[in-house]
């Protein structure tokens, strides 16, 4: 594991009661951070807010050295079909929240000299599949205000990056299989092999763990210059 010590540091992760931001609470908590949850849902540490509430956000704590912006949502359809609302609540969520997050801590890092800002993108921040029009719009919105916020914070110690990683074994993931079969006219069964593996050159879902211990690695004093990337953990979906 990556050497990280984050004793005294605060961090605030989103989308933190499963999957990719569970495991980077917990992490982060492992390198000694305190770490408050932001989630739907209630659980340990947890405050329980909607961010499609954007005004709930200023009622979050500030006081924020690391941020970590992971809560998302996905809706596979055609863009013929796509519904509006639907479109607009993932843009609310990945990225009208994380920009409002992100302005809401920066005085704290800027005061303190020192901050990280974790975004957590995809590999559909950086090019697009079929059928998911609002996540890949979001996410690539996403990949922006990071880069912004790089360059805004560098003077005051903060980076701030983007995580990219391809087809994660996650609930997010799960709940694609069945209008992922539908689409493409295939089992369900048949969904992790033909769609979500097949650009991928090593052939498994990846593991929030790995995605979190990358996380870790931004945090360390190696990578202070590490800042206004977009790092992909994708298995070479991307090299294609």
């Not at 499609?52 to 956000?57: E, F, H, Q, T």
């Not at 097949?198 to 979190?212: C, M, T, Y």
């Amino acid at each position: 594991m990556v050497d990280l010590d984050l004793s005294g540091k605060t961090a605030l992760v989103t989308g933190g009661g499963s999957g990719i931001g569970q495991a980077c609470a917990r992490r982060l908590a492992d390198a000694g951070a305190k770490v408050v949850v932001v989630d739907l849902r209630p659980g340990e540490n947890t405050i329980v807010t909607d961010l499609s509430d954007l005004s709930a956000i200023a009622g979050l704590p500030a006081e924020v050295d690391v941020l970590v912006n992971n809560a998302g949502l996905q809706v596979v359809s055609p863009l013929t079909e796509f519904p509006d609302d639907r479109f607009a609540l993932i843009q609310k969520v990945m990225v009208e929240a994380p920009y409002r997050l992100v302005k809401h801590v920066l005085p704290h890092m800027y005061a303190s000299g020192w901050g990280r800002i974790i975004n957590i993108s995809s590999v559909h921040g950086l090019i697009a599949s079929p059928y998911k029009s609002a996540y890949v719009t979001a996410k690539h919105g996403l990949e922006g205000l990071s880069k912004v916020t790089a360059l805004e914070g560098a003077p005051h110690g903060v980076t701030s990056n983007c995580i990219c990683p391809a087809f994660v074994r996650t609930p997010l993931v799960d709940k694609q299989i069945a209008d992922q079969a539908a689409i493409h006219g295939i089992e369900e069964s048949e969904v992790v092999e033909k769609i979500l593996l097949e650009r991928a050159a090593i052939k498994r879902l990846i593991e929030p763990a790995e995605v979190a211990e990358l996380l870790a690695y931004l945090c360390t004093p190696p990578a202070a210059l590490i800042t206004g990337s977009s790092i992909t953990i994708d298995g070479g979906w991307t090299a294609h």
